[in-house]
């Protein structure tokens, strides 16, 4: 028998159990669907993360008080109270070549009010270079100076959201924000940047530090600092600068450990790329597993399939059919009940991949449609593999069957 023939018997035999053929095929979908649509997640995810890092910026340094090693973040990070970090540390940064601006911050949570209308909403004491580090936009008026920071200036700058919830929209400037019952002219409005980092940065009011300082927080350290850098290249020697005056700023001596953690944006982004392969991969062998689930059912519904048959396979060999032929005869029915569901799956797949990133685009969320030919590949090879090895077995036991033996089988 030629392998057109095998394979044309091959389709007839599905076809002739439409249903048994459907349920067979249906677990190969659902296995090689969910390795494509796991990953696309994964993937999708990750590039959330990334791009909600890329838009802080990769040329940004951040420092924060207390001690970190490289593989976790400091105390202060867990909302401990750390009081090394000064806005003098932040005035000697700026001398360092590489660094172009630098700010320093301090954050506090309360109700803000403009005449009847309150709401709930983050503050953020900072210095004049924060649009600069931030790359934040002025969208009405202007942010503060130097000197209004210098002299406890009660001004404020609006986040885009605070903006449209108090005002809707109408022209803030020169009209007065109570804050702590305290007071304020609203001398700007930031343009809307949505979340970065995780952070709603369009949900914020932002007056000069040493005003949030000395007014609100009754402190005279501050949170953070960051510094933006002349270029990604320029990072190394910057954070290597950065260090040395920090460390001989505030007395430590060899062998001392650091009271400060001072971090590149594109470390955050090594460490994340690396937890979230792992993750991705971790998950995608996961839904292998459904894939040899599947090719369970191919061996079950084949070796029905062989036992309902037993007297066709008899007559076969009775008339000349070899042991390979009825072999590969089965072997073919396995593989094209894979290659089937194989097909189908990767459109579906692709498909619901496609749906997810949909609507977390639509939801705000800057999620990439990542279907790679990897996981298209690792779904179908993992299917021909399961498809092949469990469609064996039912073949083999096919092929040994004596004609004699068969024929009887009732």
Same mark, same amino acid.
């Given at each position: ?340 569901? /194989?097909? =189908? +799956? #990767?459109? &579906? %797949? ?7 990133? !949909? ?24 299917? /021909?593999? =399961? +498809? #092949?090895? &469990? %469609? ?7 092929? !040994? ?10």
């Amino acid at each position: 028998m030629t392998y057109k023939l095998l394979l044309n018997s091959s389709i007839r035999a599905l076809q002739a159990n439409r249903n048994r053929t459907f349920l067979t095929i249906l677990g190969i979908v659902i296995g090689i669907s969910s390795v494509i649509v796991i990953m696309s997640v994964g993937a999708g995810a990750q590039s959330l993360i990334f791009n909600q890092f890329a838009s802080v910026g990769t040329n940004l340094i951040g420092i924060m008080p207390g001690y970190a090693d490289e593989k976790g973040p400091p105390a202060s990070a867990m909302g401990v109270t750390i009081t090394t970090l000064k806005n003098s540390d932040a005035e000697a940064l700026k001398k360092i070549t590489e660094v172009t601006a630098v700010a320093s911050y301090v954050r506090g949570v309360d109700t803000v009010q403009y005449q009847s209308q309150k709401m709930d909403t983050n503050f953020s004491g900072v210095t004049a270079d924060y649009p600069l580090v931030e790359q934040a936009e002025i969208e009405l008026g202007s942010f503060f100076d130097e000197g209004q920071d210098r002299e406890m200036a009660r001004v404020a700058v609006l986040g885009y959201e605070v903006w449209q919830e108090l005002f809707n929209g109408d022209n803030p400037l020169g009209s007065h924000l109570k804050i702590k019952n305290e007071s304020f002219d609203i001398i700007g409005v930031l343009a809307q940047r949505g979340t970065q980092g995780f952070e709603n940065k369009d949900d914020m009011v932002f007056v000069p530090l040493i005003t949030a300082q000395k007014l609100f927080l009754g402190v005279d350290h501050v949170s953070m600092i960051r510094l933006l850098v002349k270029s990604d290249d320029d990072v190394p020697a910057a954070l290597a600068q950065i260090k040395d005056v920090l460390r001989e700023r505030h007395d430590l001596t060899s062998g001392m450990s650091d009271d400060f953690s001072a971090r590149a944006a594109v470390q955050g982004l090594d460490s994340l790329k690396q937890i979230t392969n792992a993750l991705k991969f971790f998950l995608a062998g996961m839904a292998a597993i459904s894939l040899i689930v599947g090719g369970v059912g191919i061996m079950n519904i084949m070796l029905v399939a062989v036992n309902e048959r037993t007297r066709e396979i008899g007559l076969r060999k009775a008339v000349g059919a070899t042991e390979k032929n009825i072999q590969a005869q089965f072997l073919i029915e396995a593989a094209t009940v894979t290659i089937l569901g /194989g097909v =189908v +799956g #990767i459109i &579906f %797949g692709f498909l619901i991949s496609a749906l997810v990133a !949909g609507v977390a685009n639509y939801l705000g969320y800057e999620w990439d449609l990542i279907v790679t030919i990897p996981s298209i590949l690792m779904g179908v090879g993992v299917a /021909g593999a =399961v +498809g #092949i090895l &469990f %469609g064996w077995y039912p073949a083999k036991k096919a092929s !040994g069957l004596q004609p004699v033996e068969a024929l009887r089988h009732e």
